[in-house]
């Protein structure tokens, strides 16, 4: 009925995709479309997002240590900003 009077169904927005590996995140930021990488830290994690052209990729990290070596091994041409 909604396909009769000329009304399109709203789509959702596209939702952030989580990745759970840091080497499949130092992939996705060493894309060609990869835009700025936000780091966000918690009382217990760091955030990883990683804008790309379609999604905002996010990876959580808990241990400091390993966020901070991750954060040292993204990649120079990409703006990093600290929350």
Same mark, same amino acid.
């Given at each position: 009925?909604? %396909?009769?009077?000329?009304? %399109?169904?709203?789509?959702?927005?596209?939702?952030?995709? $989580?990745?759970?590996?840091?080497?499949?995140?130092?992939?996705?930021?060493? @894309?060609?479309?990869? @835009?700025?990488?936000?780091?966000?830290?918690?009382?217990?994690?760091? /955030?990883? /997002?990683? @804008?790309? *052209?379609?999604? &905002?990729?996010? %990876?959580?990290? *808990?241990?400091?240590? =390993?966020?901070? =070596?991750? /954060? $040292?091994?993204?990649?120079?041409? &990409?703006?990093? $900003?600290? %929350?």
């Amino acid at each position: 009925a909604a %396909l009769e009077l000329g009304i %399109l169904p709203i789509s959702a927005p596209n939702m952030p995709k $989580q990745i759970h590996e840091i080497k499949d995140f130092l992939l996705t930021a060493r @894309r060609k479309d990869a @835009r700025s990488v936000k780091i966000k830290k918690n009382k217990d994690m760091v /955030k990883f /997002k990683v @804008r790309c *052209s379609k999604y &905002l990729y996010t %990876l959580c990290v *808990s241990d400091f240590e =390993k966020a901070d =070596k991750l /954060k $040292q091994s993204l990649p120079p041409g &990409l703006s990093v $900003q600290d %929350l």
